[in-house]
């Protein structure tokens, strides 16, 4: 039986619908959101999509992607369609867009076939111009068979990089988004819109979605607040002394990144025992004891944080001082993201890296045993082979960050794409840079 049941007006090409504003972005911005400015990277995303190109936008988490494609949906001549995996996230989404007046709803796996399909006639009907869609509901037939006769004249991708097996959340359904935006009456504008910036994930995601002749958009990764810094080449035993030291002596809360789980345990003992609250964090303690942990270094009941990469996801601290790694990650892109948790608050804040040639060799056997994991899986040789060389590219990547003599800054923003690396000469925030004459 099917889900959907269509009012008898419905025709097979649906015609274009009036938008429902057609002032310009920034009085939609003033008038909708209440916001005086845009934010770096917005106004171009937002001018590139009214042309009616494709975009893929690539800006940090909390840059404020949403509104890149929100505001434009305001004077598209037909429906707005957002795809999110972000399921627990739609509501909220959806609650505020009719707060502020703009007809939106969602469908995904929360709600009652009935509620789809009322939904989807007040689609149909003009009556909802904004709607968010999980991923998942384009394995439907019966939906796919609603959607497909939508006058749809933006299909944004939220979360893009779940297209790409290269990205940290591959979701195969993703793969069919580009055979939806193809069963569609008229080819809509398409945006992706993703916090992930490593090139290859880049040219990935826009093969993967078939953008055509997209604007790629990176914005907003430099971070000013930050201070980066790298020591090299030390011994082990120079760098647990060295850790002490800077812990002891930079105030504040702060995160260590140790590398393994053993490493975790000890450091935290060591610091305590130098008299420093800090407690262990990594994926082989208890869930309650992990929650605890957070709880802990949240409330400032713990100063300090050693952790494995399991630590952060979620974790939003903004008064976090410094970000010490006790070991080399395997990208930069890893590095970044954790190095970013600090200074969330716009203050002064410190990314310390401590290296030790033997970090490369603990990288190389995880690419290793990666590899081997993918073959035992099942996996065919040519992709576990192709994803050890990406990995193998990554590191490398990752080890000239550290030994580089020039602006760590500059070489971040460069790794992302970000336009904003050619502004700098001279960051005066970075070991390289501080180490130059002025
Ligand atoms: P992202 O998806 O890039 O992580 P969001 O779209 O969720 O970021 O936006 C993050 C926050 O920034 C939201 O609270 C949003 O309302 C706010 N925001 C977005 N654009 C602006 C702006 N131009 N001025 C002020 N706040 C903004
Ligand atoms: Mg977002």
Known sequence: MPFFSFRSSVKSTPTLLEPLSIAPPHELLKQYWGFAEFRHGQQEVIAAVLRGQDVLAVMPTGAGKSLCYQLPALTMPGITVIVSPLIALMKDQVGALKARGIPAEFVNSTLHPNEISAIMDAVVSGDV?????????FGSKDFVRAFEKLPVALFAIDEAHCVSHWGHDFRPDYLTLREMVKKLPRR??????TATATPEVKDDIVAQLGLKQPAVFVRGFDRPNLHYGVEQGMTSYDRDAELLHLVKN????????????????????????????ALPYHAGLDPEVRREVQDAFMADQARVIVATVAFGMGIDKPEV????????PGSLEAYYQEAGRAGRDGKPAQCILLHCWAD???????IRKGLQDMLEKGQSKKDAEAFAALRTAR????????TTRQCRRRKILEYFGDPDAARIVNCRSCDGCLRKKP
């Open 129 to 137: 111009r904004i709607l968010y869609i999980a991923p998942e509901r």
């Open 188 to 193: 809509p504008t398409v945006v992706g819109c």
């Open 250 to 277: 930079t105030p504040g809360s702060g995160i260590v990144y140790s590398g393994t789980r053993d490493r975790a345990e000890e450091l935290a003992e060591l610091f305590c025992e130098a008299g420093i609250e």
């Open 321 to 328: 001082r410094f970000v010490i790694h006790g070991a080399m």
């Open 360 to 366: 490369k060799n603990l990288q190389e056997y995880f």
């Open 395 to 402: 590191l490398t990547r990752m080890t000239r960050y550290v």
